[in-house]
């Protein structure tokens, strides 16, 4: 299977393209929902959270993880690749969303201002800013933390007044600090499922970009340049769920935004 991991329901908005772009592919999803939001801690302990996701979809039978979440990907992955990846499992691979994302976002503007829009995590990590200046570097970035934005969705409250406050807070935030902003990049993978909210809050004229797509996309074609990884990944079109809540808090919250039925184990990190 193709291991997908994220801090909770977030992910699910990359799994959603993932399972377009490879529909024969078996997919394994984690969301650490007991342990979600990320975004306002510290650099070890995501990066312990991060790992402890990554054994565990490794043991569960993953030959390939995707960090289907920017703050596990900028604060996480290069630890993981670097220093435990060889020890671990050196035939296993273990990919963010960031990279993928940041090769492709530059093509999106006309006025060459980009509003990155991600956790406090991603944010204070540089990650957006510093990749995007190494693949075009005439780019100018805009970043603005919404660290509220990710409990509203987690917490089941993205259609409640105080939803929208908080979005035209950071939407406003954003925008007053580069005024040439022609694109908005959703650097969290949860924040797609607001688009509708900040929509209502982003002048016309501006376009919102979900990484979804484009990672499905970089992920098919590294799939294709690695078959030796793609012959272990099994292909009989399955998902399966896992999450560190109950199955029962799971089910709920995934079918705000998973259309179809879900089969859901828990688990506990001891
Ligand atoms: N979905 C995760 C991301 O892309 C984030 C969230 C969190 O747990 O704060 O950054």
Redesign the pocket.
């Known amino acids: 299977m193709i291991g997908v991991f ?6 699910l ?1 990359i799994l959603k393209e993932l399972k377009a772009a490879l529909p024969e592919y078996d997919f394994l999803y984690l969301g ?1 929902n007991a342990r ?6 510290s650099f070890e302990t995501i990066h312990r959270y991060t790992l402890e996701a990554v054994k565990v979809l490794f043991e569960r039978g993953c030959p390939l993880v995707i960090l ?7 604060r996480a992955l290069r630890t993981i690749q670097q220093r435990e990846l060889p020890t671990l499992a050196p035939e296993n691979r273990v990919l963010g ?1 960031i990279r993928p994302t940041t090769e492709e976002i530059g093509f999106y503007t006309k006025t060459g201002h980009i509003g990155i829009l ?5 944010v204070i990590s540089g990650s957006y800013p510093l990749e995007i200046s190494r693949f075009f570097p005439q780019i100018q970035v805009a970043q603005q933390a919404c ?1 509220l934005w ?2 509203l969705i ?1 917490n089941g409250e993205i259609d409640s007044p105080g939803a929208g406050y908080f979005v035209q807070k950071y939407m406003d935030a954003l925008l007053s600090r580069d005024s040439e902003i022609d694109t908005i990049l959703l ?5 797609p499922l607001l688009e509708a909210e900040i929509r209502r809050f982003t002048p016309p004229g501006i376009q919102i970009i979900s990484q979804g797509a484009i990672v499905a996309r970089k992920t098919a074609e590294y799939l294709g340049r690695h078959p030796e990884l793609d012959k272990r990944v099994s292909k009989t079109g399955k998902i399966r769920f896992l999450t560190t809540d109950t199955a029962e808090f799971f089910k709920k919250g995934a079918s705000f935004f998973w259309n179809e039925p879900i089969s859901v184990d828990s688990l506990t990190f001891v």
């Open positions: 994220d801090s909770g329901f977030g992910g908005t650490d979600a939001p990320y975004g306002p801690r289907a979440c920017n703050t596990a990907s900028a969303i991600g956790t406090a995590g991603t660290p990710v409990p987690e650097a969290c993978t949860h924040y």
